[in-house]
Nanobody
Framework: QVQLVESGGGLVQAGGSLRLSCAASGRTLSSYATGWFRQAPGKERELVATISTGGSTNYADSVKGRFTISRDNAKNTVYLQMNSLKPEDTAVYYC???????????????WGQGTQVTVSS
């Protein structure tokens, strides 16, 4: 059974940093693409960043230069380092695993339960 578990969310002031973790069991993350998505209240879920099996990364324009996605194969964990956080980054953040590194939600078949990130102004 594949499980993805996010952690690291919380409340932070604008300009601060958080690091989210996505730990997997039942699946080797390095054999699949991993994406971080977020969903703010009243809004659709949107892509934040992806990392491919080969380590290539892609980011939403809104987070480029501030967020970094990375993977620790030994720990079977994907991270999202978030710096210079803004109030508009407030959302529930989800990690997802799929067969291809695309921005399309439907290509990711395994999802975590999400972790709340709140950025105060």
């Amino acid at each position: 059974q594949v499980q993805l578990v996010e952690s690291g969310g919380g409340l932070v002031q604008a300009g601060g940093s958080l690091r989210l973790s996505c730990a997997a069991s039942g699946r080797t993350l390095s054999s699949y693409a991993t994406g971080w998505f977020r969903q703010a209240p009243g809004k659709e879920r949107e892509l934040v960043a992806t990392i491919s099996t080969g380590g290539s990364t892609n980011y939403a324009d809104s987070v480029k230069g501030r967020f970094t996605i990375s993977r620790d194969n030994a720990k079977n964990t994907v991270y999202l380092q978030m710096n210079s956080l803004k109030p508009e980054d407030t959302a529930v953040y989800y990690c997802a695993s799929g067969v291809a590194s695309t921005p399309l939600i439907r290509t990711y078949e395994r999802w975590g339960q999400g972790t709340q990130v709140t950025v105060s102004s």
